[in-house]
């Protein structure tokens, strides 16, 4: 399993790249929202998927999740890249509006 990690692209832009699985999905979570609440009410954030390369139930769950969290901050998070299975988990999942979600 190769771990989840973020590269800040400038600013409030980030990539991820690495496998989204069970196993790490609490480590990601974390790391997501650590970066999420250092931005204040109002700002604009994006997490470029295109790089993570796997993608499981537990992995989605982060994505929403960290949707969920920056709009309890006040925080637009806006995801680039999906990869094309975690769009598939999504949509036969019904939840792919809430990743889309402002």
Do not use: N
Request: hydrophobic content about 50%; glycine content about 8%; aromatic content about 6%.
């Amino acid at each position: 399993m190769t771990p989840l990690v973020f590269t800040e692209l400038d600013g409030s832009r980030y990539g991820l790249r690495g496998e989204r699985v069970f196993a790490s999905a609490e480590m990601a979570f974390s790391e997501g929202v650590r970066r999420l609440m250092a931005l204040s009410r109002g700002a604009r954030c994006e997490f470029d998927c295109a790089g993570l390369s796997d993608a499981d139930s537990a992995g989605l769950a982060v994505l929403i999740e960290w949707k969920a969290e920056a709009a309890r901050r006040g925080v637009v998070l806006v995801y680039q890249g999906l990869p094309a299975a975690v769009e598939r988990l999504a949509r036969i999942s019904d939840v792919e509006t809430l990743l889309k979600a402002a």
